[in-house]
C-alpha cells in the first residue's frame, strides 16, 4: 500500500463533508471580487476621481492599511481597484484557507475519525494529501472565479494578463498559508493551538508587511503576505510573487509530510504534559473552570491586540509627519498650522484603526459565547448541569468574560495605539490626547457589546445558526473598512452596529446613539438569558 | 421518609418536534432500592434520564425527584443527586484529578479519603489530561466524582460500557453499598446480567413507553420456565399441555421445551410417571424476559 492510497476517495469525502463551507466561502469570496470590480467605473471613472483617490492611496495612513504600491504614468481605474482590493482580498483567503486546512487535518484527528479511517487500507499520508488537494482545488476554483469575473467586468485600464494574475496570485497566496495551516496541525497536538500557531504566524507577516510599506517598501519582499502587493498587475504585472508562495507552499506541504511520518497518530510535536492530580482552590466553579480551560486564549488574544496596537502605533511618526510628504508646507502655513494638519491627519488614521481594533476584540468575545453552545453539544457541560449549578449561572460564566475580554482587548488595543505612537512622536502634541483616547473608547465599545448581544441571543434562542454572527460582523468591518473608498451607500453601512456611531476620535461621541445602544446590547442579554433558561440542551 | 418514593414518575411524555421520544414513562425508586432501567438503543431511556435531570423539558406528565419539580427545582435537586452520564466527556486540557475535585467542589463538597480509595480502586491516573483518556477511563473520573459524592440519588446511564470486569466489579460492589446505607439507585444499562445480579426491580421500555415493571421474580411469572428432561421411555412430549417449541436433544429421549409456570406442576407430576433420568430446569434470564418483550410475544 503506497503511502499515499486512496487519496483520491479522501478528496471526494472531504468536499462532501465541507461542501456548504466551501460552497459559502467561495460564493461569498467570488461575489465580493466581481461586484465591486463590477461597480468599480462608477466609483472612479473619471481622471479627477482618481487623482483624489491616488493621493489618499498614497497617505502613509492608508498605506498601513492597504499596502503599499507604486503608480506609473496615467493611474487607471483598474490599477486603483488593484491597490484597494489586493491586500484585502489576501487576508480574507488567508483566514478562510486557514480555517479550512486545520479543520480538514487536525479537527478530524481530534474528533476520532482519523483513527476510523487509517484503520481501513488507505496510506499513512493520504487524510493529508487530501486535505492538500481540497485546498489546492478550492483556491484554484477561487482564482479562476476571480479571474473571470474580473474579465467580465472589464474596468478601464485593466488587461487580461492582469486579471489572471490577480486570480492565480490571490490562489498562491491562499495557497501557502493553507498549506501552513496543514504544518501547524502537524506541530500542535489538538486544533486550538494549531491553529493559534498558524495566526501568530499569519499576524507577524501582517504586521511586518505593514511595517515595511510605511518605512520601506522594497523589504516588504520579506513578508509573504506582501509579496500579493507586488504583483502589480495592470501597471507592471510580476509573475515572481505567484512562483515564491507556490514555492514556498511546496516547501511547507513537504515539512508537513515529513513532520505526519514522525508523529503518533493523535499526539503533535508539541506534546501533552501532565498535570496536576488534584485542583487547585482557584478551580471551583464553572467561572473558574471556563478561565482555567481558556486563559491562554483570553491572554494571547488581548496581549495579541496589545501588540497589534503597539505595531501601529509605530508608524505614527511616519503619518503624522506632513512635511515629510509636502516639505515646503511650513514655508507656506506656518509651524501651527502644520501641527494643525499633523494632529487631523493622526486622528483620521487613529479613527480607521479604532474600527480594526474593535472588529479584532470582538472575535473572542464572540468565541466565548458561541463556545457556551460548543460545550453543550460536545457533552462537556452535562456534567455540570447535574449538579447544583443553575442556567443562570452557567451561562454568564461565559457571557460575562466575553463582554470582559472583548472590553479588555479593545481598550488595550487602542491603547497600545495611542501610546506607543504619541511616544513615536517629535512633537507629542500633534498625537492623540488623552480625552480623545476615551471617546475612541466610548465609541467603539457600544458596537462592540451590540455584536456580543447577538451572540447571546442566537446562543439563548436559536443557536442553530449562531455562525450568522460572524456573518454579521464581518459584513459591519467590511462596510466601515473599505466603505468610504468603495462608497459604499450610507444604509449599507447601517445594517450593522458599526455604522451607527460616528467615526471617533474624528469626531465627538454621540451620547444619544451611544445610550440606546448600550440599552439594546442590555435588552439582546437579557432575551438569550431568558431563551437560554427555556430551551432543551442539546447533548451528544 | 422510607415510605414516600424518592424519585415519581407519572405518565412522561416528550416530543421533539413531531417525534414522539416519550409516550407514556411511569415508574418509580424508592429509598434503599437499586431500580434497573432497560431497553434497546434508541428507547427512550437518556430522553428520560434529561428529563430528570432538567436538561430538556419535558411535554406532558410529571416527575418529580425528592418530591420537587424536575424542572423548576433542579438545582435544588441537584444537590443531592449525582449522575453518570453514558458517553463522559471531559474538557480536554484539564486533568482527571483537576475534573475529579471540580465537580465535587461544584457540590459543595471536596476531596475526601474516599476519593482517594476510589481513584486507588479503579485503579485511574489522575495526572493525566483528559484528551489522552480512553473511554472507560473517561468513565471512570464520572464515577470517583458520583461516589464521592453524599448523595440520595444516584442516576447511573451505562456506565460500565468502557470498563474491564475487574473496574466492573469494582463499581457493583459500590452500588451495593449505597443501596444497603439506603440510597436510591437508578441504573440504566444493557448489560443484563449486571442488571439482574444488583437490581431489586426493572423497568423495561420500548419505543418510549414503560412496558413492565416489577422484581425479576415477578416478571418470571410471566414467562416460561425452560426445561431439558431425559426420559426412560417412547413417552411423546408434544402431548403434554402447556409446552412450547419442542425440540428432541442430542441423545435418544432427551427433550427441551418450555413450560407455562401455571403448568409446570402438572407437567412434573406426568414426567415423573416416565423415569425421569436427569432433568434441568433454567428460569428464564433477564435476556430470555428481555427478548421476550422485545421479538414480538413468543
Same mark, same amino acid.
Given at each position: 500500500?503506497?503511502?499515499?492510497?486512496?487519496?483520491?476517495?479522501?478528496?471526494?469525502?472531504?468536499?462532501?463533508?465541507?461542501?456548504?463551507?466551501?460552497?459559502?466561502?467561495?460564493?461569498?469570496?467570488?461575489?465580493?471580487?466581481?461586484?465591486?470590480?463590477?461597480?468599480?467605473?462608477?466609483?472612479?471613472?473619471?481622471?479627477?476621481?482618481?487623482?483624489?483617490?491616488?493621493? @489618499?492611496?498614497?497617505?502613509?495612513?492608508?498605506?498601513?492599511?492597504?499596502?503599499?504600491?507604486?503608480?506609473?504614468?496615467?493611474? @487607471?481605474?483598474?490599477?486603483?481597484?488593484?491597490?484597494?482590493?489586493?491586500?484585502?482580498?489576501?487576508?480574507?483567503?488567508?483566514?478562510?484557507?486557514?480555517?479550512?486546512?486545520?479543520?480538514?487535518?487536525?479537527?478530524?484527528?481530534?474528533?476520532?475519525?482519523?483513527?476510523?479511517?487509517?484503520?481501513?487500507?488507505?496510506?499513512?499520508?493520504?487524510?493529508?494529501?487530501?486535505?492538500?488537494?481540497?485546498?489546492?482545488?478550492?483556491?484554484? #476554483?477561487?482564482?479562476?472565479?476571480?479571474?473571470?469575473?474580473? @474579465?467580465?467586468?472589464?474596468?478601464?485600464?485593466?488587461?487580461?494578463?492582469?486579471?489572471?494574475?490577480?486570480?492565480?496570485?490571490?490562489?498562491?497566496?491562499?495557497?501557502?498559508?493553507?498549506?501552513?495551516?496543514?504544518?501547524?496541525?502537524?506541530?500542535?497536538?489538538?486544533?486550538?493551538?494549531?491553529?493559534?500557531?498558524?495566526?501568530?504566524?499569519?499576524?507577524?507577516?501582517?504586521?511586518?508587511?505593514?511595517?515595511?510599506?510605511?518605512?520601506?517598501?522594497? #523589504?516588504?519582499?520579506?513578508?509573504?503576505?506582501?509579496?500579493?502587493?507586488?504583483?502589480?498587475?495592470?501597471?507592471?504585472?510580476?509573475?515572481?510573487?505567484?512562483?515564491?508562495?507556490?514555492?514556498?507552499?511546496?516547501?511547507?506541504?513537504?515539512?508537513?509530510?515529513?513532520?505526519?511520518?514522525?508523529?503518533?497518530?493523535?499526539?503533535?510535536?508539541?506534546?501533552?504534559?501532565?498535570?496536576?492530580?488534584?485542583?487547585?482552590?482557584?478551580?471551583?466553579?464553572?467561572?473558574?473552570?471556563?478561565?482555567?480551560?481558556?486563559?491562554?486564549?483570553?491572554?494571547?488574544?488581548?496581549?495579541?491586540?496589545?501588540?497589534?496596537?503597539?505595531?501601529?502605533?509605530?508608524?505614527?511618526? @511616519?503619518?503624522?509627519?506632513?512635511?515629510?510628504?509636502?516639505?515646503?508646507?511650513?514655508?507656506?502655513?506656518?509651524?501651527?498650522?502644520?501641527?494643525?494638519?499633523?494632529?487631523?491627519?493622526?486622528?483620521?488614521?487613529?479613527?480607521?484603526?479604532?474600527?480594526?481594533?474593535?472588529?479584532?476584540?470582538?472575535?473572542?468575545?464572540?468565541?466565548?459565547?458561541?463556545?457556551?453552545?460548543?460545550?453543550?453539544?460536545?457533552?462537556?457541560?452535562?456534567?455540570?448541569?447535574?449538579?447544583?449549578?443553575?442556567?443562570?449561572?452557567?451561562?454568564?460564566?461565559?457571557?460575562?468574560?466575553?463582554?470582559?475580554?472583548?472590553?479588555?482587548?479593545?481598550?488595550?488595543?487602542?491603547?497600545?495605539?495611542?501610546?506607543?505612537?504619541?511616544?513615536?512622536?517629535?512633537?507629542?502634541?500633534?498625537?492623540?490626547?488623552?480625552?480623545?483616547?476615551?471617546?475612541?473608547?466610548?465609541?467603539?465599545?457600544?458596537?462592540?457589546?451590540?455584536?456580543?448581544?447577538?451572540?447571546?441571543?442566537?446562543?439563548?434562542?436559536?443557536?442553530?445558526?449562531?455562525?450568522?454572527?460572524?456573518?454579521?460582523?464581518?459584513?459591519?468591518?467590511?462596510?466601515?473598512?473599505?466603505?468610504?473608498?468603495?462608497?459604499?451607500?450610507?444604509?449599507?453601512?447601517?445594517?450593522?452596529?458599526?455604522?451607527?456611531?460616528?467615526?471617533?476620535?474624528?469626531?465627538?461621541?454621540?451620547?444619544?446613539?451611544?445610550?440606546?445602544?448600550?440599552? #439594546?446590547?442590555?435588552?439582546?442579554?437579557?432575551?438569550?438569558?431568558?431563551?437560554?433558561?427555556?430551551?432543551?440542551?442539546?447533548?451528544? | 421518609?422510607?415510605?414516600?418514593?424518592?424519585?415519581?414518575?407519572?405518565?412522561?411524555?416528550?416530543?421533539?418536534?413531531?417525534?414522539?421520544?416519550?409516550?407514556?414513562?411511569?415508574?418509580?425508586?424508592?429509598?434503599?432500592?437499586?431500580?434497573?432501567?432497560?431497553?434497546?438503543?434508541?428507547?427512550?431511556?437518556?430522553?428520560?434520564?434529561?428529563?430528570?435531570?432538567?436538561?430538556?423539558?419535558?411535554?406532558?406528565?410529571?416527575?418529580?425527584?425528592?418530591?420537587?419539580?424536575?424542572?423548576?427545582?433542579?438545582?435544588?435537586?441537584?444537590?443531592?443527586?449525582?449522575?453518570?452520564?453514558?458517553?463522559?466527556?471531559?474538557?480536554?486540557?484539564?486533568?482527571?484529578?483537576?475534573?475529579?475535585?471540580?465537580?465535587?467542589?461544584?457540590?459543595?463538597?471536596?476531596?475526601?479519603?474516599?476519593?482517594?480509595?476510589?481513584?486507588?480502586?479503579?485503579?485511574?491516573?489522575?495526572?493525566?489530561?483528559?484528551?489522552?483518556?480512553?473511554?472507560?477511563?473517561?468513565?471512570?473520573?464520572?464515577?470517583?466524582?458520583?461516589?464521592?459524592?453524599?448523595?440520595?440519588?444516584?442516576?447511573?446511564?451505562?456506565?460500565?460500557?468502557?470498563?474491564?470486569?475487574?473496574?466492573?466489579?469494582?463499581?457493583?460492589?459500590?452500588?451495593?453499598?449505597?443501596?444497603?446505607?439506603?440510597?436510591?439507585?437508578?441504573?440504566?444499562?444493557?448489560?443484563?446480567?449486571?442488571?439482574?445480579?444488583?437490581?431489586?426491580?426493572?423497568?423495561?421500555?420500548?419505543?418510549?413507553?414503560?412496558?413492565?415493571?416489577?422484581?425479576?421474580?415477578?416478571?418470571?411469572?410471566?414467562?416460561? !420456565?425452560?426445561?431439558?428432561?431425559?426420559?426412560?421411555?417412547?413417552?411423546?412430549? !408434544? !402431548?403434554?399441555?402447556?409446552?412450547?417449541?419442542?425440540?428432541?436433544?442430542?441423545?435418544?429421549?432427551?427433550?427441551?421445551?418450555?413450560?407455562?409456570?401455571?403448568?409446570?406442576?402438572?407437567?412434573?407430576?406426568?414426567?415423573?410417571?416416565?423415569?425421569?433420568?436427569?432433568?434441568?430446569?433454567?428460569?428464564?434470564?433477564?435476556?430470555?424476559?428481555?427478548?421476550?418483550?422485545?421479538?414480538?410475544?413468543?
Amino acid at each position: 500500500m503506497s503511502r499515499y492510497g486512496r487519496t483520491g476517495q479522501l478528496i471526494r469525502l472531504a468536499f462532501r463533508r465541507d461542501r456548504f463551507r466551501i460552497l459559502m466561502w467561495i460564493i461569498i469570496l467570488a461575489a465580493l471580487m466581481a461586484s465591486v470590480a463590477w461597480k468599480f467605473e462608477d466609483i472612479y471613472g473619471t481622471q479627477s476621481e482618481i487623482a483624489a483617490i491616488k493621493g @489618499t492611496l498614497a497617505s502613509p495612513g492608508i498605506v498601513a492599511m492597504f499596502g503599499a504600491f507604486s503608480f506609473k504614468g496615467k493611474v @487607471t481605474t483598474a490599477e486603483i481597484f488593484a491597490n484597494e482590493m489586493l491586500l484585502f482580498m489576501a487576508l480574507i483567503q488567508v483566514v478562510m484557507n486557514l480555517a479550512l486546512s486545520v479543520h480538514a487535518t487536525r479537527g478530524e484527528e481530534d474528533l476520532g475519525i482519523t483513527e476510523l479511517v487509517r484503520s481501513h487500507a488507505v496510506g499513512t499520508d493520504a487524510p493529508l494529501a487530501a486535505a492538500a488537494w481540497e485546498l489546492v482545488i478550492v483556491n484554484g #476554483l477561487l482564482g479562476i472565479l476571480y479571474s473571470v469575473g474580473l @474579465t467580465a467586468a472589464n474596468m478601464p485600464g485593466a488587461s487580461l494578463e492582469g486579471n489572471w494574475l490577480i486570480g492565480i496570485g490571490l490562489a498562491a497566496t491562499g495557497l501557502l498559508f493553507g498549506f501552513l495551516g496543514l504544518l501547524m496541525a502537524q506541530i500542535a497536538d489538538h486544533s486550538a493551538s494549531a491553529t493559534g500557531l498558524a495566526y501568530t504566524l499569519f499576524g507577524i507577516s501582517y504586521l511586518a508587511r505593514m511595517i515595511t510599506d510605511v518605512q520601506h517598501p522594497r #523589504l516588504t519582499w520579506w513578508s509573504p503576505l506582501g509579496w500579493v502587493e507586488k504583483l502589480a498587475p495592470y501597471n507592471d504585472a510580476n509573475w515572481m510573487p505567484v512562483w515564491l508562495s507556490l514555492a514556498t507552499a511546496l516547501i511547507l506541504f513537504g515539512l508537513a509530510v515529513m513532520a505526519n511520518n514522525r508523529r503518533d497518530l493523535g499526539a503533535g510535536a508539541l506534546t501533552t504534559r501532565p498535570g496536576k492530580s488534584r485542583a487547585s482552590a482557584f478551580l471551583r466553579g464553572p467561572l473558574s473552570l471556563l478561565w482555567r480551560r481558556q486563559r491562554n486564549v483570553i491572554i494571547a488574544w488581548i496581549l495579541a491586540v496589545i501588540i497589534f496596537g503597539i505595531a501601529y502605533g509605530t508608524v505614527f511618526n @511616519t503619518i503624522g509627519d506632513i512635511l515629510k510628504t509636502n516639505p515646503t508646507m511650513q514655508q507656506v502655513f506656518g509651524a501651527a498650522m502644520v501641527h494643525e494638519a499633523n494632529h487631523k491627519v493622526l486622528l483620521s488614521f487613529t479613527s480607521l484603526l479604532a474600527v480594526v481594533m474593535a472588529a479584532v476584540a470582538t472575535i473572542p468575545g464572540i468565541q466565548l459565547i458561541l463556545k457556551a453552545h460548543t460545550d453543550e453539544t460536545r457533552g462537556w457541560l452535562e456534567a455540570v448541569y447535574a449538579r447544583p449549578v443553575s442556567r443562570t449561572r452557567l451561562f454568564f460564566s461565559y457571557v460575562g468574560p466575553a463582554f470582559l475580554t472583548s472590553t479588555l482587548a479593545y481598550i488595550g488595543g487602542l491603547g497600545g495605539i495611542v501610546v506607543m505612537g504619541d511616544a513615536s512622536l517629535d512633537h507629542v502634541k500633534d498625537g492623540i490626547s488623552a480625552h480623545e483616547f476615551w471617546q475612541g473608547i466610548a465609541g467603539q465599545l457600544p458596537e462592540i457589546w451590540v455584536f456580543l448581544g447577538i451572540a447571546v441571543l442566537l446562543v439563548g434562542c436559536w443557536p442553530r445558526i449562531k455562525t450568522f454572527t460572524w456573518l454579521y460582523l464581518a459584513l459591519g468591518f467590511v462596510s466601515v473598512y473599505m466603505g468610504s473608498l468603495l462608497k459604499l451607500p450610507d444604509w449599507v453601512k447601517n445594517v450593522t452596529p458599526a455604522g451607527w456611531m460616528p467615526r471617533i476620535p474624528q469626531h465627538a461621541v454621540n451620547w444619544t446613539t451611544f445610550s440606546w445602544m448600550i440599552g #439594546l446590547a442590555i435588552v439582546l442579554v437579557i432575551v438569550g438569558w431568558l431563551g437560554y433558561r427555556r430551551r432543551d440542551l442539546q447533548m451528544r | 421518609m422510607a415510605t414516600q418514593p424518592i424519585l415519581q414518575i407519572h405518565q412522561l411524555q416528550k416530543k421533539f418536534g413531531r417525534f414522539q421520544a416519550l409516550k407514556d414513562i411511569t415508574f418509580s425508586v424508592n429509598a434503599g432500592e437499586v431500580f434497573g432501567f432497560i431497553g434497546p438503543n434508541g428507547a427512550g431511556k437518556s430522553t428520560t434520564i434529561r428529563v430528570l435531570l432538567g436538561l430538556i423539558r419535558a411535554t406532558g406528565g410529571s416527575a418529580t425527584i425528592f418530591g420537587q419539580d424536575v424542572w423548576h427545582d433542579s438545582v435544588t435537586i441537584h444537590q443531592r443527586l449525582a449522575y453518570v452520564p453514558g458517553d463522559v466527556y471531559l474538557w480536554p486540557n484539564l486533568t482527571g484529578g483537576e475534573i475529579i475535585d471540580l465537580l465535587l467542589k461544584m457540590n459543595g463538597t471536596a476531596h475526601s479519603d474516599k476519593t482517594d480509595a476510589l481513584i486507588k480502586q479503579f485503579g485511574l491516573d489522575p495526572t493525566k489530561k483528559a484528551r489522552t483518556y480512553s473511554k472507560g477511563n473517561r468513565q471512570k473520573v464520572a464515577l470517583i466524582a458520583a461516589f464521592s459524592q453524599d448523595a440520595d440519588f444516584y442516576i447511573f446511564d451505562e456506565p460500565t460500557s468502557g470498563l474491564d470486569p475487574l473496574n466492573e466489579r469494582v463499581f457493583q460492589e459500590a452500588v451495593l453499598d449505597l443501596k444497603q446505607r439506603g440510597k436510591a439507585v437508578l441504573l440504566s444499562s444493557h448489560i443484563l446480567s449486571e442488571v439482574e445480579r444488583m437490581c431489586d426491580r426493572i423497568g423495561i421500555i420500548r419505543e418510549g413507553q414503560i412496558i413492565e415493571t416489577g422484581s425479576l421474580a415477578e416478571m418470571r411469572h410471566l414467562t416460561r !420456565t425452560m426445561v431439558t428432561v431425559t426420559l426412560g421411555d417412547d413417552f411423546d412430549v !408434544t !402431548t403434554l399441555p402447556g409446552v412450547h417449541g419442542v425440540t428432541a436433544g442430542h441423545q435418544a429421549h432427551e427433550w427441551q421445551f418450555a413450560v407455562e409456570d401455571s403448568q409446570l406442576a402438572t407437567i412434573m407430576a406426568t414426567l415423573a410417571q416416565h423415569q425421569v433420568m436427569a432433568l434441568q430446569s433454567t428460569p428464564p434470564t433477564l435476556e430470555d424476559l428481555f427478548m421476550h418483550y422485545y421479538t414480538g410475544k413468543e
